[in-house]
């Protein structure tokens, strides 16, 4: 089993819709957990953390973490076609502060 | 966010020769840094854990005798790629963050690296 898994993609939206992406992790320690964007030939870029179960919402991104349930997602409001990147999941469980990452889910937005 | 920086951040090189990749922190300190490589269309991949003032942990099947990685500030990291070869052409890409490593990690831009 994988140590972060997301849904393998690739998901098309139109735009103004609401993307939604999703992860699983293995390791209950987990303690943070981060989404990143990544631009085809870019760096990934951070655009979300969330430490605490429930929702966090920042502009159009909104994440939501259920610890119980090993699961954290990241919603895509009024998508633009901006949007369309891969979507890393990675979660820290603190131990030499390394970050597992998922395999990243690619978004399309069609215009 | 804090910001990371690298530098080249791109790279031509024969093979054979040796390659030197440098991370910086620039408005922060940094005791952990982290280096990561992606090959096309594939996810990142971390090759080791820099630590400041110490040995480098390595990923398993990551040579360290070929990623030469020093730590000798809390704002600098280097990656020496030693006696590249094609296989080694790669997106390599740094990471920091400041809370003393932990939690949050911002990425530099990376360093594209084209072996001939």
């Known amino acids: 089993q994988k140590e972060v898994e997301q849904n393998s993609g690739p998901l098309s939206v139109p735009e103004g819709a609401i993307a939604s992406l999703n992860c699983t992790y293995s390791d209950r320690g987990s303690q943070s957990f981060f989404w990143y964007r990544q631009y085809s030939g870019k760096s990934p870029e951070l655009i979300m953390s969330?430490?605490?179960?429930g929702d966090k919402e920042d502009g159009r991104f909104t994440a939501q973490l259920n610890k119980a349930s090993q699961y954290v997602s990241l919603l895509i409001r009024d998508s633009q076609p901006s949007d369309s990147a891969t979507y890393l999941c990675?979660?820290?469980?603190?131990?030499?502060?390394?970050?597992?990452f998922g395999a990243g889910t690619t978004v399309t937005v069609r215009a | 966010g804090a910001v990371v920086s690298q530098h080249p951040s791109r790279v031509i090189c024969k093979s054979g020769t040796s390659v030197k990749i440098e991370c910086r922190s620039l408005?922060?300190?940094?005791?952990?840094m982290f280096w990561y490589r992606q090959f096309p269309k594939q996810s990142l991949m971390l090759m080791a854990t820099s630590n400041e003032g110490s040995k480098a942990t390595y990923e398993q099947g990551v040579e360290k005798d070929k990623f030469l990685i020093n730590h000798a500030s809390l704002t600098l990291s280097t990656l020496t790629v030693t006696s590249a070869h094609p296989e080694d052409s790669s997106f390599y890409i740094c990471?920091?963050?400041?809370?003393?490593?932990?939690?949050?990690?911002?990425f530099g831009p990376g360093t594209r690296l084209l072996v001939l």
């Open positions: 990471s920091a963050g400041p809370g003393g490593g932990g939690e949050t990690q911002y």
């Open positions: 408005d922060f300190q940094a005791t952990t």
């Open positions: 990675a979660v820290n469980n603190l131990v030499g502060y390394k970050l597992s």
């Open positions: 969330i430490y605490s179960n």
